[in-house]
């Protein structure tokens, strides 16, 4: 597509449920990035693809997020028993590569609140 | 130590002057440094990046880098209330593993112009 797309751009979920956030890369990227935004915060780095691989993952918070590409393409952020805190944006990011080289695009996140 | 630092702010300025928003990080290794702009409510976007030492300009916006002292900094001339937003610094960093990179951002400093 055009631009990274993340659906949705909205999510309310009790405490406890399970949650699905899904991001769909620029097409031909190869390198997929997850962030994490609070409020008044900068967005803070999950977890990193490259290809179907993920490639660095120690910024998730702890055994509750896990997060998947299956085709090297579409990615879902999976949180298990959601608490309070994990209210935040979920920012997705594409690049082309590997490399920082010009930066990354990033979606228009998904608003994830925890009730 | 956070690995990028920038003061929260706000930073007012008023509209025609010149806004200096600083950046410094403490990782030597870091080779690419950008920043973003996110306007309230939206996502992250790319405005500026820079890789060797020295100014960087781009109509408005002059991006500055002292690897020696570990700074970032940039200046956005003739400041309009359009810019009123956060500036991102973001650093990149390299993998323990090598091979990629990831970025690593700041807390962002909140920019005000008033007219």
């Known amino acids: 597509g055009a631009g990274v797309s993340q659906t949705p751009s909205n999510k309310v979920t009790e405490k406890g449920k399970y949650v699905e956030l899904r991001c769909d890369p620029i097409s031909g990227h190869t390198a997929l990035y997850w962030y994490r935004q609070s409020l008044g915060q900068g967005p803070e780095f999950l977890i990193y693809?490259?290809?179907?691989?993920?490639?660095?993952d120690s910024g998730l918070p702890n055994d509750r997020f896990f997060a998947v590409r299956p085709e090297g393409s579409v990615s879902t952020l999976k949180i298990q028993r959601t608490e309070r805190g994990d209210s935040a944006v979920y920012l997705c990011?594409?690049?082309?590569?590997?490399?920082?080289?010009?930066?990354?695009?990033f979606g228009s996140g998904t608003r994830l609140t925890v009730v | 130590q956070k690995e990028v630092e920038q003061n929260s702010g706000p930073l007012s300025v008023p509209e025609g002057a010149i806004a200096s928003l600083n950046c410094t990080y403490s990782?030597?290794?870091?080779?690419?440094f950008f920043w973003y702009r996110q306007y309230s409510g939206k996502s992250p976007e790319l405005i500026m990046f820079?890789?060797?030492?020295g100014d960087k300009e781009d109509g408005r916006f002059t991006a500055q880098l002292n690897k020696a002292s570990q700074y970032v900094s940039l200046l956005i001339r003739d400041s309009q209330p359009s810019d009123s937003a956060t500036y991102l610094c973001a650093v990149n960093i390299i993998s323990i593993s090598g091979g990629y990179n990831k970025l690593i951002f700041g807390a962002g400093t909140r920019l005000a112009v008033h007219p």
């Open positions: 990782d030597r290794g870091s080779q690419s």
């Open positions: 693809f490259q290809g179907t691989g993920a490639a660095d």
């Open positions: 820079i890789y060797s030492n």
């Open positions: 990011a594409s690049s082309p590569n590997g490399g920082t080289g010009y930066g990354y695009t």
